[in-house]
């Protein structure tokens, strides 16, 4: 068979495979009484959805969750009455509920902050954070509505349907108590053949069990590569191109990797004259891929980089569309702010603190919780004539760095300005204290860095009075959940709050 005619007749294959896929996947979600398939559509009256949303939360909340209880127990109920006008209202009535933090979550975790239902239908979500390991819980809606939006960010970031091939890339130690997305990891036939056994064939927790499997391993088509973490953030060059031979084999539609992974791998293609891939749609899992990042990653790969947001405890909250200017919020699935320390909006485009209240998780609800991310927000109606808010989020809250005159320097600021600098090819950097800083370079085999110009103009780009403490290394190592960080900030609670407090805007 020749080279095209190989193409057209893979292409045939996905084409119905997509087809039967999406039938199956219906039949599915009828079976297991899910609403997967119909949530994983926008729906156009989004804001009616979330206000109906919203009121059950509410409500759920305060009669059933101790910690919810006694903080919105003395917000009248009135309001509850008013949002039911319109969206608009809801929103701006949500200011008036105090934020949750980490520390909420961990203290009350688990009979305080959730419902006292059934415990055999929660999964528990466990993030590792850079700063907190955090578990969260998911009952069967939740669970639902996780898959949905997934099948939606796949969609509407660069139009995957269900049947596609997609390989993954994760962080080498997976972060997740039970498996990827709360599913548990085994093979759907063996899954089967266990319920056949135990006579469990009608069970509907056995089903959905089932049904969650027959979703990851044949209707999302998904292959999982194993990470090279232990190799550090610059595996050597056979380990590379090991990935490169089976990325061009496999021809994924969808490349899903740690940023970390991505990046390496497309700067080997770029830096060894290797023939570049062709995969449409790269994107990233569980952590940044700098804006500085996507040329390389989009050259190399042959595709567009398409970025979204979520995290363990939420799932996918936003994605962009096709005119990569901001993430448009999921606004059915999920309220979005951006706030200063107490809490009070901040203006379009300002940045300040992500807070996310989850409207579909009843069973341990997080209204207005402060998931650790630092960002901007535009109401404006996008090019493509989506209403939805749009979110761009810039790194994390513990990875900021506050500099001489007060801004803040992000992980996407910080990450852009050392890659970007002659001579080096990667940098992390970690804020001891009084404006002291160590910073670690992988050098760029190919420029010749110059390590006390790197230092002064790092110095004066952070503040006048900077300490550098500079070391150079061949290859940067990651946490021990997997994930690399690249900068360990200074943006620490209290000192954010004065600064947010009084009164200033960051860049
Ligand atoms: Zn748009």
Redesign the pocket.
């Known amino acids: 068979m020749s080279k095209s005619s190989h193409r057209h007749f893979t292409n045939l294959i996905t084409v119905s495979r997509c087809f039967v896929v999406r039938a199956c996947l219906s039949f599915g979600c009828l079976l297991t009484r899910s609403d997967c398939v119909q949530t994983a559509v926008p729906p156009k009256d989004a804001s009616e959805v979330a206000v109906r949303r919203f009121r059950a939360l509410i409500k759920q909340a305060r009669t059933k969750v101790p910690f919810y209880a006694s903080r919105l127990g003395n917000i009248p109920t009135k309001d509850e009455g008013a949002i039911n006008r319109d969206g608009l209202s809801l929103f701006d009535c949500l200011t008036q509920f105090p934020l949750t933090t980490k520390d909420d979550v961990e203290t009350n975790f688990p009979d305080r902050i959730t419902d006292g239902s059934d415990s055999s239908d929660w999964r528990l979500m466990s993030t590792r954070g850079t700063a907190q390991r955090l578990i969260t819980v998911q009952g069967f809606a939740k669970r639902d509505a996780v898959r949905a939006a997934q099948l939606r960010s796949l969609r509407l970031s660069g139009g995957y349907q269900p049947g596609m091939p997609m390989v993954e890339i994760p962080p080498e130690i997976c972060d997740v108590v039970c498996g990827d997305e709360g599913e548990r990891d085994e093979g759907v036939l063996s899954q089967a053949w266990e319920m056949f056994r135990n006579r469990r064939l009608l069970d509907a927790k056995s089903v959905r069990e089932l049904r969650g499997l027959v979703e990851r391993h044949w209707i999302l088509n998904r292959k999982m590569y194993p990470g090279f973490g232990r190799f550090g953030s610059h595996p050597p060059n056979h380990v590379l191109d090991e990935y490169v031979k089976r990325l061009r084999r496999d021809r994924p539609y969808v490349l899903k990797a740690l940023a970390t992974y991505l990046v390496a791998i497309a700067k080997h293609i770029r830096d060894n004259n290797v023939q570049p891939l062709s995969i449409p749609v790269i994107k990233t899992m569980g952590s940044r891929v700098t804006p500085s990042q996507r040329a390389v990653l989009e050259q190399s790969f042959g595709g567009t980089y398409w970025d979204d947001y979520g995290s363990a405890e939420f799932g996918s909250i936003a994605c962009?569309?096709?005119?990569h200017?901001?993430l448009?919020v999921f606004d059915d699935l999920f309220f979005v702010e951006v706030v200063d320390a107490e809490g009070k909006r901040m203006p379009d485009g300002k940045l300040g603190w992500i807070v996310v209240t989850d409207l579909v998780n009843t069973t341990m609800p997080l209204i207005r919780y402060k998931i650790g991310d630092v960002g901007t927000m535009t109401a404006e109606t996008?090019?493509?004539?989506?209403t939805?808010p749009?979110i761009k989020v810039k790194g994390r809250a513990f990875d900021t760095i506050v500099d001489g005159q007060s801004r803040w320097r992000t992980t996407d600021d910080i990450v852009d300005f050392l890659e970007d600098f002659p001579g080096v090819d990667s940098g992390q950097l970690t804020a001891i204290g009084n404006q002291r800083y160590e910073l670690t370079v992988v050098e760029d085999p190919k420029q010749t860095l110059d390590q006390p110009k790197l230092c002064d103009e790092f110095s004066s780009w952070i503040g006048q009075d900077a300490k550098i403490e500079l070391r150079v290394a061949s290859t940067l190592q990651p946490e021990s959940g997997g994930k690399f960080r690249y900068v360990r900030g200074d943006l620490d609670q209290q000192r954010a709050e004065q600064i947010v407090s009084s009164g200033f805007s960051p860049p």
């Open positions: 962009e569309c096709d005119q200017d901001g448009h996008c090019q493509c004539g989506r939805a749009r």
